[in-house]
């Protein structure tokens, strides 16, 4: 019997509540709405870092950052760390990647017999945030047609794929990877208009939010100059982003269509996911940063397999880490050495089963410490504000998440701690609260324990 086909539609950068399947009410995503509806939509998934390269190695190793090694922004996966595509390879499937893959060295991209990537430049006019000037946020409607775009020509490449594949031949496993909806925040019409901004929902903020939130964040939010963005501009940017993602889902209704009409469909699992989130106007920012807020953590997970996946809404807590081991079983492929994910296919198949009770994130090296003490000093540093990736990277920390309550750790020493049931938007730190050290302490003390639990179980070299 041939092993089921694996296609793994991924995007950049997408918040967990743009979705209609995740109760957005005002934003257009029917067939990634249909998907969910189809398979298992998890509710309660988080990523274990919250920028691009290491959370994409969590992912496709099923290993923690500090266990994989690319740690940061900057960084690739080891050459000796195995990653689900060579692993598939090694299983017999002929593999692809069209899109935006971002973690692998030009060596690790041979595994592929099919290659074809695409990045986030898109012929519009962006700048890194350098002025104290709402232009540095505004969004762009792209000229030109909507074939031009990378997230058509994507559709179409994976679309060609899979008309050349057939029934008889082996499995294969390919990921489409949309470079949307990370910034530039720029889409061709008629996407570009699709969304009124006065319509989009956006999260509540607390003018005296910061003064209680540790310096890096500050530092973030000083170099991003938000406290000069304007309302309206922020949801003329979220109005474009919703429209990225809306051209993305029309995108992958094309692909769902092939997949139909080459009938493959029946057995092939197709996972739909993202690498993290988006602030999006939450807590007065944009892009993104080494910070553990759930608008940057808390993504959408769908896993669709006629025949092999229940459809189910499921709210147990789920990361990044137990997403190779899940699709592993599935595929009845053996897991290599090394993965520290656990797989929710027993939980998927029986609602009664327990999965995990805490789920945990990391940011960061041990060289991202805080040089500064105050903002002052900070703007001190030069004539003009420090680089933004400076800013994002300089305060390494750990995270614990249980459905009730968010602990979030700092080398500087700080920390939050966030009552998740009653104050969903993370606006109120009770780390120094008096009244609620017994949930410090009992966090760090299961955080301490995960530390231990974690440690790369491979040999060193």
Not at 164 to 178: E, G, H, I, R, T
Not at 256 to 262: A, G, I, S
Not at 310 to 322: C, G, I, K
Not at 448 to 460: G, R
Request: charged residues 25%; proline residues 8%; hydrophobic residues 35%.
């Amino acid at each position: 019997m041939i092993r089921p086909n694996l296609l793994f539609i991924m995007t950049d950068q997408q918040r967990f509540d743009t979705l209609g399947a995740n109760g957005n009410s005002v934003i257009q995503t029917p067939n990634l709405d249909r998907l969910a509806t189809e398979g298992a939509n998890l509710q309660q998934y988080v990523v274990n870092n919250p920028v691009c390269v290491p959370s994409r190695a969590s992912l496709f190793t099923g290993r923690y950052p500090h266990s994989h090694g690319a740690r940061n922004l900057k960084t690739y996966l080891p050459a000796d760390e195995h990653f689900l595509a060579q692993v598939l390879k090694d299983a017999g499937y002929t593999v692809g990647m069209i899109g935006k893959e971002h973690f692998l060295t030009d060596e690790q991209l041979r595994v592929f017999d099919v290659y074809s990537p695409y990045s986030h430049k898109k012929n519009v006019p962006w700048q890194d945030i350098d002025e104290r000037d709402d232009s540095a946020y505004r969004s762009a409607a792209m000229e030109g047609s909507t074939a031009d775009y990378p997230t058509s020509r994507i559709a179409e490449e994976v679309s060609a794929f899979l008309r050349s594949q057939n029934a008889n031949q082996a499995p294969f496993y390919l990921k489409a990877s949309f470079p949307d909806p990370h910034t530039p925040f720029a889409v061709p019409e008629p996407y570009a208009s699709m969304y009124d901004p006065n319509d989009i929902p956006m999260d509540p903020v607390k003018p005296d939010e910061w003064p209680n939130k540790p310096l890096g964040q500050r530092l973030i939010r000083d170099r991003q100059h938000m406290d000069t963005a304007s309302e309206a501009v922020m949801r003329e940017t979220a109005a474009i982003y919703y429209g990225m993602i809306s051209f993305i889902d029309d995108a992958v209704g094309s692909i769902l269509e092939t997949l139909d009409e080459c009938g493959l469909s029946d057995n092939t699992i197709v996972v739909f996911t993202t690498d993290h989130g988006e602030y999006l106007g939450s807590h007065g920012l944009i892009r993104k940063g080494y910070q553990f807020y759930d608008c940057l953590l808390h993504v959408p997970m769908i896993l669709r397999g006629p025949t092999i996946i229940p459809q189910v809404v499921d709210n147990t807590q789920a990361e990044s880490v137990d997403v190779l081991p899940t699709l592993l079983e599935l595929l009845d492929v053996p897991c290599p050495p090394g993965v520290q994910g656990r797989s929710l296919v027993p939980r998927l198949r029986d609602e009664s089963v327990e999965h995990k009770d805490f789920v945990f994130a990391e940011a960061g090296m041990p060289s991202d410490r805080l040089l500064v003490s105050s903002i002052a000093e900070w703007e001190a540093l030069a004539t003009k504000p420090a680089p933004y990736y400076w800013a994002i990277g300089a305060c390494q920390g750990k995270m614990i998440r249980r459905l009730e309550w968010k602990l979030c750790i700092y080398n500087s020493g700080e920390g939050e701690l966030y009552d998740l049931q009653t104050d969903p938007y993370e606006l109120v730190n009770l780390f120094q609260h008096p009244d609620y050290q017994d949930t410090v302490r009992e966090l760090k003390d299961h955080l301490l324990m995960w530390l231990f639990e974690s440690e790369d179980p491979l040999p060193c070299g």
